[in-house]
């Protein structure tokens, strides 16, 4: 392991301000941090986070791929009212994640729908959301140490790292902190006052609006983030359609 001190709940706590990261579980090697969260019953805000996984995925049965200490791996377990919108909570983190990293590295960083997080057009953070019962466990990956042969090459999106688009060498606990500080505060405005009020912060990083995109059988032009979570696909000749699950493959 290189780079900065390892994950652990010593180093993490004394950084964390609101009420997440109770409790805090930290392992060294785990097959996926989403793992030791489901089926746990543990309270909304449990945290796990681990140096390496052996076994990381990404959505759609994809692989999350890590270097042991260089990125921040963890995974939120939130307790959503009953009923709320698992995609506009997908933004939600999507927004968090992204802000997290413009406020560590002073960067703008933008948002691929649904909530790949990119620097200059490459991928640094991916966002996994999974159903657990009543409750959502919330992954996120974040590259923060990776030099180029510790990402991986064959991605539709490029990979980069917060070291490679910054030439800095990060601190990983205050991406961590950071990212949850930001998690907290708006998962509890989107719970609290829904979608609406986050918009203009996601609009202002979508990184595919103007973008020639594919969604199954649909070409068009990517449009905005619609209120329920769905972006907008300006169809020539044709009505908008509003896509919810899935991918946009750009050509
Ligand atoms: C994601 O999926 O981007 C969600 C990634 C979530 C990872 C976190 S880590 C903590 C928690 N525990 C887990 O097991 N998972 C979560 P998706 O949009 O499906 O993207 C996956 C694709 O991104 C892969 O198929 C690769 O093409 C690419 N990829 C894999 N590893 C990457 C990396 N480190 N950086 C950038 N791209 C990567």
Not at 176 to 201: F, K, M, N, V
Request: a negative charge; one cysteine or more; hydrophobic letters at 45%.
């Amino acid at each position: 392991m290189d780079g900065s001190p390892a994950l652990t709940a010593e180093v993490v706590l004394p950084l964390v301000r609101g009420r997440f990261a109770v409790p805090y579980l930290w392992q060294e090697t785990c097959r996926s941090t989403q793992d030791v969260l489901r089926g746990s019953g543990l309270p909304e805000g449990a945290v796990a986070v681990a140096e390496h996984q052996t076994a990381g995925r990404g959505r759609s049965g994809r692989q999350w791929e890590d270097r042991e200490g260089q990125a921040v791996l963890v995974s939120v377990l939130l307790r959503p009212p009953s009923g709320a919108a698992l995609p506009q909570l997908s933004l939600v983190v999507g927004l968090a994640t992204a802000e997290a990293v413009e406020f560590v590295t002073g960067l703008a960083a933008g948002i691929k729908w649904p909530n790949d997080v990119l620097l200059g057009g490459r991928k640094v953070a991916g966002v996994l959301l999974e159903g657990d019962g009543d409750a959502v466990v919330c992954g996120i990956g974040v590259n923060v140490a990776q030099q180029a042969s510790g990402l991986p090459v064959q991605t539709p999106v490029a990979a980069t790292s917060l070291l490679l688009e910054t030439a800095t060498a990060f601190d990983r606990a205050t991406v961590l902190a950071t990212l949850l500080d930001t998690l907290e505060r708006r998962y509890d405005s989107w719970r609290h006052d829904g979608i609406e009020p986050l918009l203009p912060a996601l609009e202002a990083r979508n990184a595919l609006r103007g973008r020639r995109a594919r969604a199954g059988p649909v070409e068009g032009v990517v449009g905005s983030f619609g209120h329920d979570g769905r972006i907008v696909l300006d169809v020539e000749g044709g009505t908008p359609v509003l896509i919810g699950t899935g991918e946009l493959v750009l050509l």
